[in-house]
């Protein structure tokens, strides 16, 4: 077991040998840290929360009360592998998180970026990979294998169905279900989710410059009201590439993208 000096448990918390404690990190009461977790400096972990397996969290995260985080994952295959869940910096989760480390039958890693807000009962299934900048409203949950890029927004009471992309600045209005991959900057709500118009209070949308904002609105257009096939869709992109970087966002998705998009 190492712990920094510097870090404060409450005495009636439970550090197992093995664990990982970083400077300044601050264990509320009632928290059980297992064998093989890494505390990064300046983590906050919220009372009755359990951390445990081989999970690792980064720097300055914020964990709420009640949260149960690198448990075994809900996969009926698991069998005890020795899977991960790998947290980054600067995280804020609200109370009552489940996140769940990884299958050897996906990545073996469950993964989550840099500077999310996650509010409270918000649920992370195995193998999930969240990039940064990302925000999940309350008691939204990510099915197994979601992935989820840069600046995508979910609202409160949604469900991500597994294997589904969420690409960079997409918003996912309040309690829809999303059973297919939702392309870059489009907003989509309702059960099943269709497609809205374009997200254009992204913070990936805002930093494009007005040339290529214009572009995601006519790659829109393409998508939902010319009635083009995905592959027309794709020919299109692989024309205007050099020219324009936001279409690597495109590119990116596409190249991962499994499910058919919503329509």
């Not at 709420?64 to 985080?69: A, E, F, K, L, P």
């Amino acid at each position: 077991m190492s712990i920094s000096p510097f870090a404060r448990i409450a005495a009636n918390s439970l550090v197992e040998a093995g664990a990982v404690i970083g400077a300044n990190v601050t264990i509320g009461p009632f928290c059980v840290i297992s064998a093989g977790v890494v505390i990064g400096e300046g983590t906050t972990i919220g009372s009755h929360s359990v951390i445990t397996g081989l999970t690792t969290l980064g720097c300055d995260n914020n964990f709420g009360s009640y949260s149960s985080i690198g448990e075994v994952n809900q996969d009926l295959k698991y069998a005890g592998e020795p899977t991960t869940l790998v947290i980054g910096d600067r995280n804020l989760i609200g109370h009552h998180a489940t996140f769940h480390r990884g299958t050897i039958q996906g990545s073996g890693v469950t993964q989550i970026g840099n500077d999310n807000r996650f509010s409270n009962g918000v649920h992370i299934g195995h193998d999930c990979v969240v990039g940064d900048h990302t925000q999940i409203g309350d008691n939204s949950g990510l099915a197994g294998h979601v992935e989820l890029d840069d600046d995508a927004q979910i609202g409160y009471m949604c469900a991500i169905h597994q294997f589904c992309m969420l690409g960079n600045g997409v918003k996912i209005l309040d309690q829809s279900g999303v059973v297919q991959d939702v392309p870059p900057f489009v907003m989509a709500g309702g059960n099943h989710a269709q497609p809205l118009g374009v997200n254009v209070k992204s913070r990936a949308f805002l930093a494009l410059n007005q040339e290529q904002q214009d572009l995601v609105h006519t790659l829109y257009e393409r998508f939902y009201h010319q009635a083009l096939s995905i592959d027309e869709v794709k020919m299109s992109l692989k024309v205007m590439e050099s020219d324009f970087p936001v279409i690597g966002f495109f590119d990116r998705f596409f190249a991962r993208s499994a499910r058919g998009i919503v329509r």
